[in-house]
């Protein structure tokens, strides 16, 4: 077998600062994913979903389950000030929105969700339905 030699690229080397700064001014979001980080799991009882909505109000998200599809949106809306006398040197803050669907695992019992924010993370709590729960059989005879 032949060594091979694993070049790591580096935008760095061959485009200069000026070059790269000029992509610094966009925001990152719009380059990577508009989608707020998501984390599911399960135990027992429930399928638990988290979510990143650090610009979100409880009032500015919607939460949905529709054939076993969950759907979280939101629309954050930027606090209407008035410009005059200002000049912004950064103005970053501006009105967001977002829709993010996932398939649950199992099926869930959505009239007896739970969701609340806290610390900038929506907590959704989906007790999962009978028929999702794990059970045990007994085989007749067994002792």
């Known amino acids: 077998m032949r060594n091979r030699k694993l070049t790591v690229f580096n ?21 990577v994913s ?23 109000n409880e009032d500015d998200l919607d939460i949905s389950i529709e054939d076993n599809v969950l759907t979280i949106s ?13 000049k912004y040197y950064y103005k970053g803050i501006r009105t967001e929105s977002f829709s993010r669907s996932v398939s649950l695992p199992v099926r869930v019992k959505s009239d007896k969700a739970d969701a609340e924010v806290k610390k900038g993370v929506l907590h ?13 059989i007994m085989i007749k005879g067994k002792k």
């Open 11 to 31: 935008p760095t080397s061959i485009f200069s600062d000026d070059f790269l700064d000029t992509f610094s001014m966009f925001p990152s979001s719009n380059w």
């Open 74 to 86: 939101g629309t954050s809306k930027e606090e209407e000030e008035k410009n005059e006398g200002k």
């Open 124 to 136: 959704i709590t989906l007790p999962k339905a009978e028929e999702s729960k794990a059970s045990r």
């Open 34 to 56: 508009d989608q707020p980080n998501l984390e599911m799991y399960e135990d027992e009882e429930n399928v638990v979903v988290k979510l990143a909505v650090p610009a979100f």
